[in-house]
């Protein structure tokens, strides 16, 4: 079975369109857990009457605990999948792409989506996230390791057993830096393959609504990055 973690905050609008399009992908042996920060926009309950229709939907409403991070975390707790894989909710990330990741993990540990692989991009608009992203991925491949592209993606596909040994730590998009640090030092096999990320078609997104957001946002993302080269040359006890 594939678990699909779903996080979301405000995103009614997306949430319905992304189910069914994973049900069309994955039209059996699939569990899709959508793990709601109880949106204003009452996301949860759009989510809450999918799931009579499609009952390998489960819909988890936090009401005091919220967080990207601390939702894949109950996502993972509650999955029953051998393989566990999380996207946006946005409609950036396609299910498709999904698919053909969950297809490639056979031989490997991990298997990521990658906007800069040869056929991947980033065609989110307005730019700055695309440079935001460029930018703190360059600073991983100097300090942490050169042969993975895609440090920021948050589109990911991994066995269990993986997920049970690595720690997700951060508030935002941070974990995956060091997520991916530390499989690195682990030594699991990681795949990536391209794939293009679209601009959401509905909602306001979390991540930072100008750019300035993003400068203070990116502090995070370097003490990251820090942590990850210490782990990285941290000898083995």
């Known amino acids: 079975m594939v678990t699909i973690i779903l996080p ?30 109880n949106s204003p926009d009452r996301t949860w309950e759009v989510a809450e009457k999918i799931s009579q229709r499609f009952p390998q939907v489960k819909v988890i409403r936090r009401i005091k605990e919220k967080g990207l991070t601390s939702a894949f975390r109950r996502g993972a707790k509650e999955a029953r999948g051998e393989i566990v894989c999380w996207m946006d909710c946005d409609l950036s990330m396609s299910p498709s792409v999904l698919k053909e990741m969950v297809k490639k993990i056979d031989g490997k540990d991990i298997v990521v989506a ?17 440079l935001f992203s460029r930018a ?8 942490l390791y050169h042969d993975f592209r895609d440090y920021t993606s948050g589109f990911i596909a991994m066995k269990r057993q993986v997920l049970e040994n ?9 974990y995956f830096i060091y997520l991916i640090a530390q499989a690195k030092k682990k030594g699991y ?13 509905y909602g306001a997104t979390k991540t930072s609504p ?20 210490k782990l990285k040359w941290q000898k083995e006890r």
């Not at 703190?136 to 300090?143: D, E, M, P, T, Y």
């Not at 730590?169 to 941070?174: C, I, L, M, S």
């Not at 096999?189 to 078609?201: D, G, L, Q, S």
């Not at 100008?210 to 080269?229: C, E, F, N, Q």
């Open 8 to 37: 979301t905050y405000n995103e009614r609008e997306n949430v319905r369109i992304l189910i069914n399009e994973i049900c069309k992908v994955f039209p059996e042996n699939c569990e899709i857990i959508v793990v709601d920060d």
């Open 136 to 143: 703190i991925n360059l600073l991983c491949q100097i300090s």
């Open 166 to 174: 690595i720690s997700l730590e951060g508030d935002y998009g941070e």
């Open 189 to 201: 096999k990681i795949a990536e393959i391209p794939y293009v990320c679209k601009t959401r078609k």
């Open 210 to 229: 100008d750019p300035l957001s993003y400068a203070r946002k990116g502090v995070k993302y370097i003490l990251t990055v820090i942590k990850g080269a």
């Open 114 to 130: 990658s906007r800069f692989l040869p056929g991947g991009k980033d065609d989110r608009a307005p730019s700055y996230p695309y």
